[in-house]
């Protein structure tokens, strides 16, 4: 069976989590995977030099733990835990994973059928993040001795993957949703496109 497996990347608060969301109630046949259901607990998370809990790293998440929600999405769509209500069956069922460290992650390379990275810059990221409670709560100093650092060096390791589509999170969501939604009706139009052609021919 033919799927869409689509990756939201990027930035803390660049608006990751309320993209997929909309996304979902306007995609048929679409469940949504988050990376931040899959954070160890905070007594296996690691602390650097300066008392700073290491959060914004690979190792701080369960990453097995996502993958096998992710694979047993792959083999079943309908019946994993994540399905969303189907609703229309003729059309391919579509996977959004969403996350801040999706596409540094080898085993994951080969997924995608389209990824996308909400960009903001350093300002607007701090104010949004000092909106937000998290647990547990930032420490003083946490976001330039921790955060933005992370993000800087993961960025940077992503920037040769040519696939990526960038996205300015200062947008409205309204505007970002468009944006999405339309790149989305294309590339799943070619999806269509090439099975069709396929199928035609191995049977010609
Ligand atoms: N396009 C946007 N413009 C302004 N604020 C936004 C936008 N998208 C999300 N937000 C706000 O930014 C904060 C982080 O959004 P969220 O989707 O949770 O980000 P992420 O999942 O990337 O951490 C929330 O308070 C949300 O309401
Ligand atoms: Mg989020």
């Known amino acids: 069976m033919k799927k869409f497996v689509i990756g939201i990347g990027g930035v803390t608060n660049g ?3 309320t993209l997929a969301k909309k996304l979902q109630k306007h995609l048929p046949n679409c469940s949504v995977i988050s990376q931040d259901d899959f954070f160890k607990p905070p007594s296996e998370i690691e602390t650097d030099k300066n008392g700073f809990l290491q959060y914004d790293v690979l190792e701080a998440l369960n990453m097995e733990k996502m993958m096998s929600a992710v694979s047993c999405w792959m083999k079943s769509p309908r019946h994993s835990p994540v399905s969303t209500a189907w609703r229309n ?3 391919v069922p579509i996977l959004i994973i969403e996350g801040f460290l999706l596409f540094n992650y080898k085993p994951l390379e080969t997924i995608w059928n389209r990824r996308y990275f909400l960009t903001i810059p350093y300002e607007e990221c701090k ?8 647990e547990p709560p930032d420490p003083e100093g946490y976001f330039d001795g921790h955060v933005w650092p992370m993000y800087l060096k993961h960025r940077g390791e992503i920037e040769s993957i040519e696939e990526i589509v960038y996205l300015d999170g200062t947008k409205s969501e ?10 989305l009706r294309q590339e ?12 035609e021919g191995s049977s010609a």
């Open 15 to 17: 608006g990751k989590t």
């Open 89 to 91: 069956a003729e059309e």
């Open 127 to 134: 104010r949004r993040r000092s909106m937000r409670v998290y």
């Open 174 to 183: 309204e505007e970002l949703f468009s944006q999405v939604y339309e790149d």
């Open 188 to 199: 799943l139009a070619k999806q269509k496109l090439s099975c069709k052609a396929s199928l």
